[in-house]
């Protein structure tokens, strides 16, 4: 983390997470918004929709500041290296981009918003199909540790440049994770990608939105950081 000055990583991680929640969000818009041309077009579109927001994200914010883009993979990094002197800044700014993205996708959906009939959350947000928090939340530790395994044991953002492939497979990882363990709650995996759009949800003046949850909204976060700081450890004792 060191390798990167305080403005570039402010810079990348900003510019990084805005434009992931934009590309991540707007596919969640698309594919749910009445009067959309995408609407309905399923888990599929979702998934790949979050996977090609995390290729490029990652290939736009890679060399301001190794693309963490998710305070648990800046958890996990700092846990393995022993270097925590950037993370409040990394996470700092991977929240403010999630909020300026978020914000983004209003403004381009914004007439399928303004004749919204329906909750919005989940454009935004994560939710649980089955509401159990314990559950929920080890879903969501699971999740994170396979993405911040990935992450740490390929080499990415260890100081090390990143190369085209390594972000190709993280975010083909992000692909996997989301088919495979993202049905129980959509699978934040990354507590800046929920917490941001859910702020920014509980402020927008779209009609008929329903509620923001935040009851709820420990878990997504909670989870994630925890994931990452398991992976951590667990790529520290391993290797």
Known sequence: MSAFSNGDI???????????ILLGGGVCAA???????????????ITFGWGFAVLVAAYMSAAKSGAHLNPAVTLALAVKSGDWSHVPLYIGSQLLGAIIGAFLVWVVYLGQFQANEEPTLGIFSTGPEIRNPIQNLLTEIIGT??????????????GKELS????????????????????????????????????????????????????????????PAIGGLLAGLLDKALF
């Open 10 to 20: 402010f810079v990348g991680e900003t510019l990084g997470t805005a434009a992931l």
């Open 31 to 45: 594919v749910t918004l009445k009067k959309s041309k995408a609407q309905n077009a399923g888990w599929l579109a």
């Open 145 to 158: 540790m396979v993405l911040c395994m990935l992450i740490l044991t390929s080499g990415l953002t260890l």
């Open 164 to 223: 085209g492939m390594g972000i190709l497979i993280t975010a083909l990882t992000v692909v996997g994770i989301g088919l495979s363990l993202g049905g129980p709650t959509g699978y934040a995996i990354n507590p800046a990608r929920d917490l941001g759009p859910r702020i920014v949800h509980s402020l927008l003046p779209i009609p008929n939105k329903g509620t923001s949850d935040w009851s709820y909204a420990w878990i997504p976060v909670a989870g």
